[in-house]
């Protein structure tokens, strides 16, 4: 890799990850020399002060997404809980029923784990979104069955930024008697999410998108209506209501806290910039000529851009010009592979047209100038 100066490089590829907010990092420090204490021991102060934050952070968590902090549970991040919503549900409800739905350009960390319960015999409906990877009601409704135990969509989607109608999923999955996840990694902190509106049974999420730390996360998980049962996957020490053992994280799980805290602050002023932000993109982009953008044109992230640019190589290009701007050519998860994303491939590009394909997200930190500029490299 050539030498370059990192503040060189303009920062396009926050749905990859994001640079901890200084706000949030203040937060944590103290919790690394000072109230180091675990926070599931007594009486010292190390450790009350280090449990009494972790608290507040699951009051900060729940006061984001409109739950109470009871419901929330911390993780290592959204793959972790993600796994614990759909193995741990399906496992410990095998006998209710053995059919779960999901669609085909969730992330890995809900397809993988439903890969290995297909594999010891449950059965699976993978959805097909239309052609900017959203998903239909009806499409959902009509999947149910009396042997459908669950059903997991993402709120948003990682690579393409659509975002699906999970007001109206969700209210099916409750009409229907179905528990239902949903991985809202990509949307927590982004746009508003109101749980005590929306049915939602699980919800997953992370700290390093939202300009918390990474190795950090969340699973919300209902206490209303039904009890909903899971198995926990890692055991020994009961932490966390028994459902995921293991010394919690005290600075991380405060920079998540702190970092809701401020996303729901800075929420619709993050949002009109970056929006403004993204929609300049949009209109130099579309001077290029040859781009498609993949991307459902209103109902998206703000700052998430999908496009695929005629007779370009976008690995080519990317490498070509990462001195200057970071962008992915598809999920951060998946781009050491070679091969199309399965999200690209799932909404029906061609393989050239995935090829050429290429993600933009924009973040808190971008200004009018990082764009800009941008656009004339990629011009
Ligand atoms: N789901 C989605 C939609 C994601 O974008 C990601 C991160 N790429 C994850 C889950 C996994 O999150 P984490 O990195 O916190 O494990």
């Known amino acids: 890799m050539i030498q370059v100066n990192i503040k060189d490089v303009v920062y396009l590829d926050n749905n990859a990850t994001t640079r901890v907010d200084e706000r949030v990092l203040a937060e944590m420090m103290p919790f690394f020399t000072q109230h180091y204490g675990n926070p599931s021991s007594r009486y010292y102060p190390q450790a009350e002060i280090a449990k009494k934050a972790v608290e507040k952070s699951r009051f900060q968590c729940a006061k984001l997404i409109g739950t109470k902090l009871q419901e929330i549970i911390f993780t290592s991040g959204a793959t972790e809980s993600n796994n614990l919503a759909i193995k741990g549900y399906c496992l410990a409800n095998s006998t209710k029923g053995k059919h779960i739905i999901t669609s085909l350009i969730e992330h890995r960390s809900v397809l993988d784990p439903i890969k290995e319960l297909e594999m010891s015999g449950f059965n699976v409906t993978y959805l097909e979104p239309d052609h900017y990877g959203k998903i239909s009601t009806e499409k959902v409704e009509k999947a149910i069955s009396s042997n459908t135990i669950l059903v997991t969509i993402m709120?948003?989607?990682?690579?393409?930024?659509?975002?699906?109608?999970?007001?109206?999923?969700?209210?099916?999955?409750?009409?229907?008697?179905?528990?239902?996840?949903?991985?809202?990694?990509?949307?927590?902190?982004?746009?508003?999410?109101?749980?005590?509106?929306?049915?939602?049974?699980?919800?997953?999420?992370?700290?390093?998108?939202?300009?918390?730390?990474?190795?950090?996360?969340?699973?919300?998980?209902?206490?209303?209506?039904?009890?909903?049962?899971?198995?926990?996957?890692?055991?020994?020490?009961?932490?966390?209501?028994?459902?995921?053992?293991?010394?919690?994280?005290?600075?991380?799980?405060?920079?998540?806290?702190?970092?809701?805290?401020?996303?729901?602050?800075?929420?619709?002023?993050?949002?009109?910039?970056?929006?403004?932000?993204?929609?300049?993109?949009?209109?130099?982009?579309?001077?290029?000529?040859?781009?498609?953008?993949?991307?459902?044109?209103?109902?998206?992230?703000?700052?998430?851009?999908?496009?695929?640019?005629?007779?370009?190589?976008?690995?080519?290009?990317?490498?070509?010009?990462?001195?200057?701007?970071?962008?992915?050519?598809?999920?951060?998860?998946?781009?050491?592979?070679?091969?199309?994303?399965?999200?690209?491939?799932?909404?029906?590009?061609?393989?050239?047209?995935?090829?050429?394909?290429?993600?933009?997200?924009?973040?808190?930190?971008?200004?009018?100038?990082?764009?800009?500029?941008?656009?004339?490299?990629?011009?």
């Open 155 to 379: 709120f948003a989607n990682n690579e393409l930024g659509t975002i699906n109608p999970i007001d109206k999923i969700s209210e099916v999955c409750k009409k229907k008697i179905v528990v239902f996840h949903c991985d809202a990694t990509q949307a927590v902190g982004k746009i508003p999410i109101n749980l005590k509106k929306t049915p939602v049974d699980m919800l997953s999420f992370s700290g390093h998108k939202i300009y918390g730390p990474k190795g950090v996360g969340a699973l919300y998980i209902r206490k209303k209506l039904q009890k909903i049962k899971l198995l926990p996957l890692i055991r020994g020490g009961e932490h966390e209501n028994g459902l995921r053992s293991g010394t919690l994280n005290s600075p991380c799980v405060v920079g998540l806290g702190a970092a809701c805290e401020l996303a729901g602050k800075l929420m619709f002023e993050d949002i009109k910039r970056i929006h403004t932000l993204s929609e300049k993109l949009v209109k130099n982009l579309n001077l290029l000529g040859g781009i498609t953008f993949n991307n459902h044109p209103r109902e998206r992230l703000p700052g998430t851009l999908n496009l695929s640019i005629d007779g370009v190589n976008a690995e080519l290009l990317l490498s070509r010009i990462s001195d200057r701007v970071a962008l992915s050519s598809g999920s951060a998860c998946t781009s050491s592979k070679t091969e199309p994303s399965h999200v690209l491939k799932g909404i029906g590009l061609t393989d050239s047209m995935a090829k050429s394909t290429i993600r933009v997200s924009i973040g808190r930190f971008n200004t009018e100038n990082e764009i800009e500029y941008a656009c004339e490299v990629l011009m």
